[in-house]
């Protein structure tokens, strides 16, 4: 069964250092997301993605974070500077169409700001 | 605010039992809400959805039913088994300005089954 891949499954990071969360969606979807979640607390929207470009972002998705679909197949959040309230469990999601609830997430990366 | 939220954080049911779990939202424009799972070191899986042109959609061992005069939703699993524990989250479909919409999940429910 096709799934959604994420890389690294864990990455401790100093404060203040770039990071880069990579995904792999699933091959036909056209629609990739970026969701986090603290730990133990609920998943939060942070921006989706089609056809190359953000088309929703909410309003954790300040200047420090970026997405790229930088070929084909991947498609990455970038954290230029990151903060400690940035650790947290990220998922990347893809879905097939627009306007469905059905998204496929990956395992997540969680991100360990020191 | 908080905009969809549940009512418990946890719930324990014996396994094959049936398992009620609620969830409330204030948005009285919002038109379409799903039912996700995760289990413990996963993403979310998606379980089942329904829109607000309906009151009830069926699945394989569950139930979505909508009030929308109060505003809830609960989903129901049937003869619950151990691989149901997970914590469930309701989400609705929101937009940000955008015509594609996305999710905003609740704080979630932890389902446990006792065998």
């Known amino acids: 069964e096709p799934e959604v891949t994420q890389t690294p499954s864990h990455q401790v990071t100093q404060m203040g250092q770039e990071v880069i969360l990579r995904c792999v969606p699933i091959?036909?979807?056209?629609?990739f997301y970026w969701y986090r979640q603290i730990l133990g607390q609920k998943v939060e929207f942070l921006v989706s993605?089609?056809?190359?470009?953000?088309?929703?972002k909410s309003e954790i998705f300040d200047d420090q974070f970026s997405v790229e679909r930088p070929d084909g197949s991947n498609f990455t959040l970038k954290i230029r500077s990151t903060k400690l309230e940035d650790s947290a469990m990220y998922f990347c999601?893809?879905?097939?169409?627009?306007?469905?609830?059905?998204?496929?997430f990956g395992e997540g990366s969680r991100l360990t700001v020191l | 605010g908080e905009s969809v939220g549940l009512h418990l954080p946890t719930l324990s049911v014996q396994e094959g039992d049936n398992s009620i779990i609620n969830c409330a939202y204030s948005?009285?424009?919002?038109?379409?809400f799903i039912w996700y799972k995760q289990e413990s070191g996963k993403g979310p899986q998606f379980i089942i959805d329904?829109?607000?042109?309906?009151d009830k959609r069926q699945g394989q061992r569950v139930t979505v039913l909508l009030n929308k005069t109060v505003k809830h939703l609960s989903l129901q699993i049937a003869a619950t088994q151990p691989g149901d524990s997970a914590v469930y989250f309701c989400?609705?479909?929101?937009?940000?300005?955008?015509?594609?919409?996305?999710?905003?999940f609740g704080k979630g429910t932890k389902l446990s089954v006792k065998p």
């Open positions: 091959s036909n979807h056209l629609y």
């Open positions: 948005n009285s424009a919002s038109d379409y």
């Open positions: 329904i829109r607000s042109n309906m």
């Open positions: 993605f089609y056809n190359n470009e953000i088309s929703e």
């Open positions: 999601a893809s879905s097939e169409g627009q306007g469905t609830g059905e998204l496929f």
């Open positions: 989400a609705e479909n929101r937009y940000y300005g955008g015509s594609q919409g996305n999710l905003i």
